[in-house]
């Protein structure tokens, strides 16, 4: 299906900004079809040399700059700012994550595009937003995701926070970013009479897309004063749903917390009198005996092996399953009859990068070519679309204000 056309054709965004927030978002437009162009500094977005590296570039780096054209540009001169603003008034959206009131310094913010592309999409991420009190704090994913909340719950009861190993608060900031700009299209593309033909600001906070993933915490805290705390494998109010370790060595991840389910989970680990107990026919009742019930649990898995537990379960439609290294999902057959994994060539040697998602049956996306070296579409962005000629071209290479 590579030549079915994608959602996003024909439209052109231009990313701002580095590191993963505004990029990943420029990652997510570029596979559903748009042509992103990736403006970096001279030196190239830092991301690049981050992690393992090969060669000149960091394996993360390919997968995140697919199908990207990267021009350089330095925004700290004005002549590179005179050709960041020639080339957004060709563009239909704008990704950027610099510090709020940058772009603005720079002649370069919404109200400054909107004279000159009014149907500009401009798509703004930072840690606090664009407003407020705090709009100025400097906020990497680590710092948002406790401010946002989840950093508070994510642990053991009494102990410090737990972190997950990637950057949770920027990747979710890139996906809220990515409906934004989808959202905002739609608008643009309806009547005058009802608001359409014009674009307009998407402001995404990366703590408020951690915030986005706290469920019922502020209702219950409002109408009951409940604070929900740290709850380590557990979650709170919910029973059972657990990790548990199993004679191999390995854990298995159980969820039985529906009211049938519960049934034949504990049929299934040799307690019927607690499958037919009144008192844990539902939830409610449950979470009063979770203790007893976890435990039941945990002696049962602790006998036996994680595979023994998985086959046993899945055999009565009972939620189980392993815990995944990334080795485990390359060796994985559903995760490969899923075309969860795409091949690119690096230097002529196979390197696999994760597939993105969703995964649209009719004009799904797809990686044309993975991340370029810094600066390998200069000349067709400066020449093709913004008619630069090559003494000019020359010039601003002399001058330090590209490179590549």
């Avoid at 608001?195 to 109408?223: I, K, R, T």
């Avoid at 009951?224 to 059972?240: D, F, M, Y």
Wanted: aromatic share 6%.
């Amino acid at each position: 299906m590579s030549n079915v056309p994608r959602p996003l054709e024909g439209l052109r965004v231009v990313e701002l900004g580095q590191l993963l927030a505004g990029p990943f978002t420029g990652t997510l437009l570029s596979y559903f079809g748009a042509e992103v162009i990736k403006v970096e500094p001279p030196g190239g977005d830092p991301i690049r040399k981050w992690r393992i590296v090969r060669g000149d570039t960091s394996l993360w780096y390919y997968s995140l700059g697919r199908n990207k054209k990267s021009v350089t540009l330095d925004l700290r001169s004005q002549k590179g700012r005179d050709l960041a603003r020639q080339l957004l008034d060709t563009a239909d959206v704008v990704v950027e994550n610099f510090r709020p009131g940058l772009m603005e310094s720079w002649g370069l913010g919404p109200e400054d595009m909107k004279k000159t592309n009014p149907g500009l999409i401009y798509t703004r991420i930072s840690g606090y937003g664009q407003t407020g009190p705090y709009a100025n704090k400097p906020g990497y994913a680590s710092v948002t995701e406790g401010f946002g909340g989840f950093r508070y719950i994510n642990g053991e009861p009494g102990q410090p926070p737990v972190r997950p190993n990637i950057s949770m608060g920027d990747t979710l900031a890139a996906i809220h970013a990515a409906l934004g700009v989808a959202l905002a299209i739609i608008q643009r593309a309806r009547p005058k009479a009802e608001g359409g033909g014009v674009g307009q600001v998407v402001d995404v906070a990366l703590y408020e897309s951690v915030f986005s993933l706290m469920e019922g915490m502020v209702p219950e805290f409002d109408g009951a004063g409940v604070i929900r705390e740290p709850s380590g494998t557990t979650v709170t109010g919910i029973v059972p749903t657990n990790t548990y370790a199993c004679s191999d060595g390995k854990h298995v991840i159980i969820g039985g917390n529906g009211d049938s389910i519960f049934k034949r989970l504990m049929v299934a680990a040799g307690h019927p009198k607690m499958a037919e107990n009144p008192e844990m026919a539902d939830n409610a009742g449950r979470v009063k005996h979770e203790p007893e019930i976890d435990r039941a649990l945990a002696d049962w898995c602790a006998k036996n092996t994680s595979s023994y537990i998985i086959e046993t379960l899945e055999e009565v439609r009972v939620p189980v399953g392993p815990i995944y290294s990334v080795e485990d999902m390359l060796g994985d057959e559903h995760y490969q009859a899923r075309g969860m994994f795409e091949s690119v060539e690096i230097d002529g040697e196979p390197l696999k990068i994760p597939a993105i998602m969703p995964r649209l049956s009719d004009t799904p996306g797809r990686t044309d070519f993975p991340g370029q070296p810094v600066g390998s579409h200069n000349d067709e962005v400066l020449k093709g679309i913004l008619g630069l000629g090559d003494a000019e071209i020359a010039a601003l290479a002399s001058e330090g204000v590209i490179t590549g």
